[in-house]
């Protein structure tokens, strides 16, 4: 039980691993949308709510792949529902910072949507929204979740909470591109990995994190997302 969580944790060898497939399958994924037609931004946003789910659930396979083999050290662990109410709240105070950061960045910046697609997915019909939200507020997640809190907070954590917590959640910010969604993505990374070193589990990360991107999803599809 004490082996998985110290010598059997993930290090900077599943990091590595785990960091370079992130791109390279970004890249492939976005070479592969490039075939699609860019007339139908439905179809784009459906597909690109998605494909960080397969982008990050492949970097995992990788870094899972490479030496441990098996997923209680990578924060497959059993969680009190205590645990898992409490991230179903921070993910609501997250949407509420969410909120709060791009309504700030609206007014220093103007208008700069980089997720407009995933807005025309969510408001483009009943079929789309519910496709959108299965990739973007549940696969998604909890590909995010397995990669940067499973591998790379994990990982770190080993060297304390700066490290573990913060620079882990710059990292995950900086996979999410140069934009609003940075401070936006950092704060979402913040939560998390609070709760993953308070855990040890992702499970409630992965909670918090569909949360937020359910309430974003939502607000999309009424027409109340700030950058829309």
Same mark, same amino acid.
């Given at each position: 039980?004490?082996? +998985? +969580? =110290?010598? =059997? !944790?993930?290090?900077? /060898?599943?990091?590595?691993?785990? $960091?370079?497939? #992130?791109?390279? *399958? *970004?890249?492939?994924? %976005?070479?592969?949308?490039?075939?699609? /037609?860019s007339s139908d931004p439905v179809l784009l946003g459906v597909v690109g709510s998605t494909v960080g789910g397969f982008v990050c659930v492949g970097a995992f396979a990788a870094s899972y792949s490479l030496r441990?083999? &098996?997923? !209680?050290?990578? %924060?497959?662990?059993r969680v009190s529902p205590r645990w898992? *109410?409490?991230a179903a709240g921070m993910g609501i105070v997250g949407y509420g910072l969410n909120l709060i950061i791009q309504f700030t960045y609206l007014a220093w910046f103007g208008a700069n949507d980089p997720q407009g697609i995933l807005h025309a997915a969510a408001r483009g019909g009943l079929m789309p929204f519910l496709l959108s939200f299965l990739g973007g507020a549940i696969f998604t997640p909890f590909g995010e979740e397995i990669l940067f809190r499973d591998v790379?907070? &994990?990982?770190? &954590?080993? #060297?304390?909470?700066?490290? %573990?917590?913060? $620079?882990?959640?710059?990292?995950?910010?900086l996979a999410h591109g140069v934009s609003v969604i940075?401070?936006?993505?950092?704060m979402v990374g913040l *939560?998390?990995?609070?709760?993953?070193?308070a855990t040890g589990s992702v499970w409630p990360a992965v909670i918090l994190h569909c949360v937020y991107n359910g309430m974003n999803s939502i607000a999309s599809a009424v027409g109340f997302a700030p950058m829309q």
């Open positions: 039980m004490i082996a +998985d +969580d =110290q010598w =059997q !944790r993930p290090g900077w /060898p599943e990091i590595l691993i785990g $960091l370079v497939a #992130y791109p390279v *399958l *970004l890249v492939s994924f %976005g070479l592969l949308m490039g075939l699609l /037609p441990i083999r &098996n997923l !209680r050290p990578f %924060g497959f662990k898992l *109410l409490t790379v907070a &994990n990982a770190l &954590n080993r #060297y304390g909470v700066f490290a %573990g917590v913060v $620079l882990s959640s710059i990292i995950f910010g940075l401070p936006v993505a950092i *939560l998390s990995a609070i709760l993953f070193r």
